[in-house]
């Protein structure tokens, strides 16, 4: 999903956001269903995380494609008078309580009018989220189980509930919730994390996981005989 780039004036989408926009709030685990709405609505992330899963026709099998993170948009689909959706393919989940703002549909159409612009930075946000689904597709095409998990536990450290630690970020998360990330079972993911600790890359002690040497997602240099279990 697309991040909105830091500036120190607001574009005309968070504007229109700031000054047209409904709160809305959500529990932890509550999802939506953004093809399905109505009133059609976009909607941005102010505080929180989320996670973009699909599924199967018959939803015995789930996918996480994607995280959301403040600055991130969802429920552009229709904005541009595509095709009605018959069903939901796709679901999106709060990782933590959430804090949205969404504008309508139609009250973004009205707006476009005198500000076309706003197109545009939609535009924008949508090409990065291409960008981010064509590396998920060649992660999932070329990468190794155990990669994969490493590359989705890094990812998992960028977001807003991600924890400093003295070793790198620690994160909370369970062995089904990588298995969906990393397109595995939750078997695999298992392992997969057994040898990720093997070879120091993270430390593990159940759902609570530290990956060492990443910083929010990059990596750092950790200050010398420094290493701490999960607190």
Do not use: W
Not at 115 to 123: A, Q, V
Not at 148 to 177: F, V, W
């Amino acid at each position: 999903m697309s991040q909105a780039q830091p500036s120190t004036a607001c574009s005309a989408l968070e504007r229109l956001f700031k000054t047209s926009g409904k709160s809305r709030k959500l529990k932890k685990n509550a999802q939506v269903f953004p093809f399905l709405d109505s009133p059609k609505t976009l909607c941005l992330v102010v505080q929180g995380s989320l996670r973009i899963v699909l599924h199967n026709p018959e939803n015995d099998s789930a996918l996480c494609i994607n995280n959301l993170k403040p600055g991130d948009i969802f429920g552009e689909q229709g904005l541009f008078d595509s095709a009605q959706m018959l069903y939901a393919t796709a679901s999106i989940q709060a990782r933590t309580n959430v804090e949205l703002v969404c504008l309508a549909h139609e009250d973004l159409k009205q707006a476009a009018k005198k500000l076309p612009n706003l197109y545009g930075e939609i535009s924008s946000h949508i090409n990065k989220r291409l960008s981010e689904t064509t590396e998920k597709l060649i992660q999932m095409l070329f990468d190794d189980v155990d990669k994969r998990c490493y590359k989705s536990l890094i990812e998992i450290t960028r977001l807003p509930d991600a924890l400093t630690h003295p070793s790198g970020m620690q994160i909370s998360m369970t062995r089904i919730e990588l298995a969906q990330m990393a397109g595995c079972t939750r078997e695999s993911a298992g392992r997969a994390i057994k040898r990720l600790r093997d070879q120091g890359l993270i430390e593990a002690r159940g759902s609570c996981i530290v990956v060492n040497g990443i910083r929010h997602g990059q990596p750092f240099e950790p200050a010398p005989c420094v290493r701490t279990a999960c607190v």
